[in-house]
């Protein structure tokens, strides 16, 4: 099992950054994937962005360009970087991870992000 817990929400103008902590915790060392996805209330979590255990990225269109992904192993931390916000990034940022152990996917509890214009 892994544990995971996001941090760095918060309130921002349109245009300025933020960056997302995502701190993983348990059998860390079975983590292939892991990501990072965002909810708007009433609508569906759309993926944002994946780091791979071998270091490659994935992004969504709506973040390319803007987000960068990374990943601290020493520390077990996922970092989601920000940058150019724009009023429709507002959403819940969850994170999560995929294990080679098993087959479910963990989730950390969201952290909300809100950009005003």
């Known amino acids: 099992q892994v544990q995971l817990v996001e941090s760095g929400g918060g309130l921002v103008q349109a245009g300025e950054s933020l960056t997302l902590s995502c701190a993983a915790s348990?059998?860390?060392?079975?983590?292939?994937?892991m990501g990072w996805y965002r909810q708007v209330l009433g609508e569906q979590r759309e993926f944002s962005a994946v780091?791979?255990?071998?270091?490659?990225?994935s992004y969504a269109d709506s973040v390319k360009g803007r987000f960068t992904i990374s990943r601290d192993h020493a520390e077990n931390t996922m970092y989601l970087q920000m940058d150019s916000l724009k009023p429709e990034d507002t959403a819940v940022y969850y994170c999560?991870?995929?294990?080679?152990?098993?087959?479910?996917?963990?989730w950390g509890q969201g952290t909300q992000v809100t950009v005003s214009s």
């Open positions: 780091v791979n255990s071998d270091g490659t990225t």
């Open positions: 348990g059998s860390t060392y079975a983590i292939v994937a």
């Open positions: 999560y991870a995929d294990l080679r152990i098993s087959s479910k996917r963990y």
